[in-house]
T-cell receptor, first 115, second 113 residues
């Protein structure tokens, strides 16, 4: 069965600090997809990135970057030069290849960026 | 371009009652999934509808049922409400049954007293 673990329940940083959110996943499938979503206080989940199991290249998008390592079953998310607007709950999620877009979410990490 | 919309925003029900939540997918999307998010936890998959049929189901009892209409909108019905059904119910939409990013609505906050 698939499982996603986000060991960090809460993280608090000061603005402009870099912060890394950890995600470890479990799956028996060789084809799977990993996602990160952001959930601000309004409640609506905002899609950030999708990665498939065959693409281990790291990705950078502005201040966001993702490190995918199959050897450690991890898909970590780094925010560089954090801003107050980054404060939210961040979820890592997994979709196995034969289950379409059905997502298994981790428990989330509450990130607070203080001015 | 309208995103995913859900109604109502908030709802308060009594144990044993029944509730219906509604979702309209993002324009161009034909697949709708429902998730339950208890306070402080990650969303849990309830079920997914495509072509007006339930295609996948998570580990939820039969009290949870759904429907998809020809215009792709969807309803989630919960019968015999329990206190533990109190949660944020999220609707997500996407294209077909492949693995694409899902777009989520703002959710319906259900409180069971």
């Amino acid at each position: 069965a698939q499982k996603v673990t986000q060991a960090q329940t809460e993280i608090s940083v000061v603005e402009k600090e870099d912060v890394t959110l950890d995600c470890v996943y479990e799956t028996r499938d060789t084809t799977y997809y990993l996602f990160w979503y952001k959930q601000p206080p309004s409640g609506e989940l905002v899609f950030l990135i999708r990665r498939n199991s065959f693409d281990e290249q790291n990705e950078i998008s502005g201040r966001y970057s993702w490190n995918f390592q199959k050897s450690t079953s991890s898909f970590n998310f780094t925010i560089t030069a954090s801003q107050v607007v980054d404060s939210a709950v961040y979820f890592c999620a997994l979709s196995e290849g034969d289950k379409g877009s059905r997502l298994t979410f981790g428990e989330g990490t509450q990130l607070t960026v203080n001015p | 371009d309208a995103g995913v919309t859900q109604s109502p925003t908030h709802l308060i029900k009594t144990r044993g009652q029944q509730v219906t939540l509604r979702c309209s997918p993002k324009s161009g999307h034909d697949t709708v999934s429902w998730y339950q998010q208890a306070l402080g936890q990650g969303p849990q998959f309830i079920f997914q509808y495509y072509e007006e049929e339930e295609r996948q189901r998570g580990n939820f009892p039969d009290r949870f049922s759904g429907h998809q209409f020809p215009n792709y909108s969807s309803e989630l019905n919960v019968n015999a409400l329990l206190l533990g059904d109190s949660a944020l119910y999220l609707c997500a939409s996407t294209w077909g049954t492949g693995v694409y990013e899902q777009y989520f609505g703002p959710g319906t906050r259900l409180t069971v007293t």
